[in-house]
């Protein structure tokens, strides 16, 4: 794709969004053959987290409405865990209400009738491998043979104190969507819809609001309106008492309001469609809203009122203002199409966008979707000579180019997180296919270097990227990956931010606890980083802030990641060492700030049961949550610190309701935790207790004690290590060998000064080492690796380029052309730069600084330029040389050449410009059978036709990336008559001269020649040419009947010739041009082609003919001889390739006004009705300049418009 943008869509950071706003969207799938009805996510109404699959949360837009329906591709939803407070659930009539969580988009999926497995319900018994039986029991076959490191589980079933709730009526209702707000509150809103498949709309709804947690709902449909079908649920981020439910835009556009979390509402009508809000992150009132036909209103009453900012925006390219990057709240950020279809980078404030109140922050044009604004981080993406370009601005200053390594040749690039004033990307280089590479940047966002190689990618179900990349919760620079060795895939895991990686390390033992043989490096745990494709599960990895070293994941021990023998894992400190808690795929929930860890199972099958871990999944226990089995369609935690209360959503069969089944897991608890039910726990990285440069320590419960946590109490404390070489990292342009050492990469010069020091400033002399960002270490090596203040010595020029600001050796008349000056090395401050733009133009600068936003020239001819820069600073000098092609576009090309000619005679063709000096052309030329094109550099050709009959030429010509071509046919025959045409001089007076007028024209004369002779219109093809006075060509044609006989001789066409001539003579044609106006049509005189041989036995009118001809030749050879010196006269010649040449003249800048009639034949049968086309020449400009190739391209004051 190679744009900048969000890593995929991951649903960690979309659900970190939702736990802000409590919002849940449900829908079921099946309804289409497996695959989901679910209708799409609109463009640019996801929320705007961008983050990639993995979970590695990289800030977007903060505040954008997460309640929108959301695709789910057939695949059905799970568990959100207690951190998340969105789902998405959709059900299909005729088909069971739930199924199992959606394995990793492209894992085989465990069915329960795979072959070698049993078909089991939930109380079935496990296979042989000595796992759980009945109901997850241990069974006969489970030995413990070690206690200490086995997964216990209580065989006794326990229960939860639970409610069920059914929304009656809504049986047919297929999606929900959902809103919690927690923090105190009891409110929890429900919107119902039935959405009709076949007729892609919504048909139903209804409106559930519960005041008691979830334990009883009314119905508000009288509330909103009876009639009134909802499609959209928001919710403001920043108070979640406003509430905003949306109409179905088929029926009504319109939008209701509350103001006390869903209890009474207002309604207000639209004059615009809204296909995705955008809430203001501090401002409560403040909305964006993006329409249907891509244009962005705001509102600053909570949508009471709106008022349009711009037109033609990209849809989801737009956001608000960042706090502490900008200093206006309202500010508002997009990227907008011109009216030519380019793409700008535009600012303005939300209540006051005019033209003359925006801004472009970015000079000239963008890739079309890619601007990306994240934190103190602006991206944009420009492409130029086919190498995609990236540009960042840091805390709103002025764009920088990004630089990766010098031959990463990027083809992709995605933003994954921006977090701690560092930017983290995702570089898939020219030749990867399937994996990126993580590169990590400077503060400032500029320069890059190499985290990790060869990530693993796929596409998500929407297309989009999702790179295998999972930032741990709660613990900073700690991130999983998976990476391609080898065509294996291996996860690694790092705890500073990359710099150093290591593979996972299997556990001891299996769930029974025995023995597992598997050493590193040939064998290891490997995680699948993927979370379900709906972006509002709770995810096959899971971690959270509040319980920063219990991770819980699925993955397989072996050589290599798997998509079978699944099995579930969770490590209790931070990645170092790791236990099987389940064979088979569950989804985990955090309670109590990880106090408590819940697993419900992944199924098709109806269950009641689920499993509570209260010593961080070293032991389950089995609870039921309802009496009667429930199809699980989704599970919500209550958001806040205490999350206690869950709601699970589902089915008991799919003709029911919805059922909603409150969970409160209170009772489990008989007491809040004290101080002494904690213990200290130290974070670490196989024993090195320094993380990040600094050594912390965490309070946890200690495994036996059961009480409740409450509020999350953090690190306990934090110590700042001793810097050591672990916490720097290469810096750029410096790679790290295998010795440890970061030297310098075989392209980058160490020497190399910035282009602004001069003799006695200073700079930074770099080590080699920058220190990894946020990491807080203190003294011991800091000093020697970090980058030392240096004098700038003086230095003489050197690798002096001169380049155009797009890469680009084309240049357009008369539009400014950017140069940019690029010096490798040499006093900048101190040095003269002279510019030679080779027009005649030159400008001189006295420092290189000044030149850095590049020096801008218009040229106003057309041709080939030598721009020239000199380089002189005392020290030395160097000089560099551009040739930049200036051109104009192509605007039209037309073919010219004659309608008919004669066997075996030289055609010319000649193709004809607008305008005519347009720069470095090519000709590529294709006429007759010729199965290969003639391509020239001259816009003339001549050819010839061996046999009779339609042939067909087509000319193409190549400007620069534009191609245009004009089509003709040409007819052959052995001979054929030409007889020129004249009329009243009255027909000037409504000649305009344009090819229209001219076909129109030539239609009604060749009908007044057959009305007045008899001749069949076969025979006649008649062209009016361009110019004044007024004047046409008659063709008699040797036409063949269809019947088969013989075609016309020489004396037929003589006849018909003699008939035409005699009723001209005697003003025997004419025809009426328009009431009270007509028109005579006179002969001019007559050429054959070729003249036939006459002989004595000839009639008298022959031998008169033959006289006259005689006649008629001697007059053109004198005229021939003298035809420069008589204007206003057309000459023909006797032999046809002779009247060609006349005719079609190759056009030549130099010429004056070289005069190009220009006729044509589709067929004799269609004769006139077919294009008659010429071309009018107007003398082109001869003020040529020395230095270029071609003269001015804006030489013509008409165009030919035909083609």
């Not at 472009?360 to 993406?381: A, M, T």
């Not at 689920?610 to 999944?617: C, T, V």
Request: aromatic content about 8%; glycine content about 8%; charged content about 20%.
């Amino acid at each position: 794709m190679g744009k900048v943008g969000a890593g995929g869509g991951s649903p960690a950071g979309l659900s970190a969004l939702l736990a802000g706003a409590g919002l849940l969207v449900l829908c079921v799938p099946g309804a289409c053959g497996g695959g989901s009805c679910c209708p799409q996510l609109p463009p640019g109404s996801a929320p705007g987290w961008a983050a990639t699959p993995g979970g590695f949360v990289g800030r977007g837009p903060r505040g954008r409405a997460a309640a929108t329906p959301l695709p789910l591709l057939g695949r059905p939803l799970f568990a959100v865990a207690p951190g998340d407070r969105a789902l998405s659930l959709e059900r299909a009539p005729g088909t069971a209400a739930s199924v199992a969580m959606a394995p990793r988009a492209g894992r085989r999926r465990r069915s329960e009738a795979e072959p070698g497995k049993a078909d089991r319900g939930e109380g079935a018994s496990r296979s042989p491998r000595g796992m759980l039986r009945d109901g997850g029991q241990p069974g006969p076959g489970t030995l413990e043979r070690d206690p200490d490191k086995a997964t216990r589980f209580r065989m006794e079933e326990l229960r939860l104190t639970s409610t069920t709730f059914a929304l009656t009526g809504d049986s047919a209702h297929n999606q929900a969507m959902v809103h919690w707000s927690g923090h105190n509150s009891s409110v929890i809103l429900i919107l119902t819809k039935l959405y009709d498949y076949n007729l892609g709309s919504i048909t139903e709804s209804s409106l559930w609001r519960s005041t008691d947690y979830g334990t009883t709902y009314e119905k508000l449909n009288d509330k909103v309106g009876l009639k009134t079908i909802l499609s959209y649920l928001y919710v403001c981020p920043t108070n979640k008492r406003k509430i905003m439910l949306l109409t179905d835009p088929e029926i009504e556009s319109s939008l209701l309001i509350s103001s006390d979390e869903g209890a009474t509402y207002q309604k207000y009508r639209l004059n615009f469609y809204i296909q995705s809000l955008l809430f203001h992150p501090k401002q409560e009132d403040w909305i964006l809203a993006y329409s249907q036909d891509q244009k962005l209103y705001s509102s600053a009453e909570f949508g009471r009122r709106w008022q349009l900012i711009q037109e033609g925006v990209v849809p989801n390219r737009f956001y608000w203002s960042v706090m502490g990057s900008n200093k206006e709240p309202d500010l508002v950020h997009l990227e907008a199409r011109t009216i030519d279809g380019h793409s700008q980078y535009l600012t303005c404030r939300m209540q006051n966008c005019t033209e003359a109140n925006r801004n472009k922050p970015f000079p000239g044009y963008i890739d079309p979707d890619s601007l990306i604004v994240q934190d103190d981080y602006v991206f944009v993406q420009l492409t130029s000579g086919g190498r995609p370009h990236y540009y960042v601005s840091y805390r709103r200053n002025a764009f920088a180019q990004m630089k990766l390594p010098k031959y990463a040749l990027p083809k992709d690039m995605h933003v994954i997180s921006t977090d701690e004033n560092q930017v983290f990307a995702a570089v898939q280089e020219w030749n990867q296919n399937d994996t990126y590479n993580l590169y990590i940047s400077d503060t400032r966002g500029v320069y890059f270097t190499l985290a990790l190689e060869n990530v693993q990618s796929s596409r998500g179900p929407e297309g989009n990227i999702m790179i295998d990349l999972y930032e741990v919760a709660g613990i900073k620079g700690m991130f999983l990956a998976n990476k391609k060795i080898d065509n294996q895939v291996k996860t690694f895991i790092t705890y500073n931010k990359g710099r150093d990686w290591r593979l996972l390390q299997a556990p001891d033992t299996d769930l029974r606890g025995d023995p597992v043989h598997c050493l590193l490096p040939y064998c290891s745990l490997h995680l699948h980083l993927k979370v379900s494709e709906n972006p509002y599960t709770s995810g096959i990895i899971a971690s959270r802030d509040t319980a920063p070293s219990i991770i819980v994941a699925s993955g397989n021990i072996g050589s290599e990641l798997s998509d079978s023998d699944i099995s579930m894992f969770v490590s209790s400190d931070a990645g170092n060492t790791w236990r099987q808690i389940f064979e088979e795929e569950h989804s985990v929930l955090y309670l109590d700030q990880g106090g408590v860890l819940v697993a419900m199972k992944h199924t098709s099958l109806p269950i009641r049961h689920l499993w509570l871990s209260f010593d961080e999944g070293r032991s389950w226990s089995k609870y039921s949550f309802t009496s009667i089995p429930l199809f699980v369609d989704g599970v919500l935690g209550e958001p806040g610190e205490e999350t206690l209360i869950m709601t699970v959503f589902g089915h008991f069969s799919h003709r029911s309701e919805w059922q909603l089944v409150k969970v409160d897991y209170k009772s489990i608890f008989d007491r809040r935790c004290a101080e002494e039910d904690y213990r200290p726990w130290q974070l670490h990285s196989q024993g090195e207790a320094c993380i990040m440069g600094a050594k912390r320590v965490y309070k946890k419960r200690k495994s036996e004690r059961k009480c409740m946590q409450g509020k999350y109490a953090g690190a306990m404390e934090s110590e700042p290590c001793v810097c050591t070489e672990a916490d720097f990292d290469c810096d750029y342009g410096y790679e790290r060998h295998s010795n440890g050492q970061c030297l310098p990469a075989f392209w980058f010069n160490p020497s190399s000064l910035s282009k602004d020091c001069s003799l006695g400033q200073s700079y930074l002399n770099s080590t080699g080492y920058r220190k990894v960002v946020s990491n807080n270490c203190t003294d011991g090596v800091r000093e020697q690796y970090t980058a030392k203040p240096q004098k700038c010595p003086g230095k003489a020029p050197r690798g002096l380029r001169i380049v155009t600001a797009d890469g680009k050796l084309t240049a357009e008349q008369g539009h400014n052309v950017t140069l940019m000056v690029q010096l490798e090395e040499g006093d900048v401050q101190r040095t003269l730069i002279q510019v030679d733009f080779g027009d005649g133009v030159a400008v001189s600068y006295v420092n290189l600084s000044s030149m850095e936003d590049g020096i801008k020239h218009v040229y106003h001819n057309v041709g080939i330029f030598r721009v020239t820069v000199q380089v002189d600073n005392g020290l030395g000098s160097d000089s560099a040389v551009l040739y930049l092609h200036v051109t104009c576009p192509l605007e039209h090309v037309h073919l010219s050449l004659p309608f008919v000619t004669t066997k075996n005679k030289e055609v010319n063709a000649t193709a004809v410009l607008w305008p005519s000096q347009v720069g470095t052309l090519t000709y590529v030329w294709w006429y007759g059978n010729n199965t290969e094109p003639l391509i020239t550099l001259e816009g003339s050709i001549s050819f010839k036709f061996t046999s009779e009959g339609m042939n067909t030429i087509t000319v193409q010509v190549s400007a620069g990336n534009a191609i245009l071509q004009d089509t003709k046919s040409i007819a052959v025959y052995e001979e054929f008559r030409s007889l020129r045409l004249s009329f009243s001089p009255n027909l000037d007076d409504y000649n305009p001269d344009i090819p229209e007028w001219r076909r129109d024209i030539s239609r009604v004369i060749k009908k007044s020649l057959v009305e007045a002779t008899g001749v069949p219109g076969e025979h006649i093809l008649v062209a009016v040419l361009p110019g004044l006075p007024t004047a046409a060509e008659l063709f008699v044609l040797p036409y063949q009947d269809p019947a088969g006989e013989g075609k016309r001789s020489a004396e037929d066409l003589e006849q018909i010739s003699e008939l035409l001539i005699h009723k001209l003579n005697q003003n025997s044609v004419h025809f009426e041009l328009k009431p009270g106006v007509q028109i005579l049509v006179h002969a001019a005189h007559l050429t054959a082609a070729p003249l036939v041989d006459l002989t004595p036995t000839h009639s008298g009118s022959a031998m008169l003919m033959l006289l006259s001809v005689v006649f008629v030749g001697l007059a053109v050879f004198v005229i021939y001889k003298f035809k420069r010196k008589i204007p206003g006269i057309n000459v023909y010649a006797q032999m046809q390739n002779e009247k060609e040449r006349e005719m079609v003249s190759r056009v030549s800048p130099t010429e004056s006004r070289p005069h190009i009639p220009q006729t044509e034949l589709r067929r004799p049968g269609q004769l006139i009705d077919e294009k008659v086309d010429s071309q009018l020449i107007e003398v082109p400009n001869s003020n040529f300049e020395s230095n270029g190739v071609f003269g001015s391209c804006s030489v013509f004051s008409r165009i030919p418009t035909e083609h």
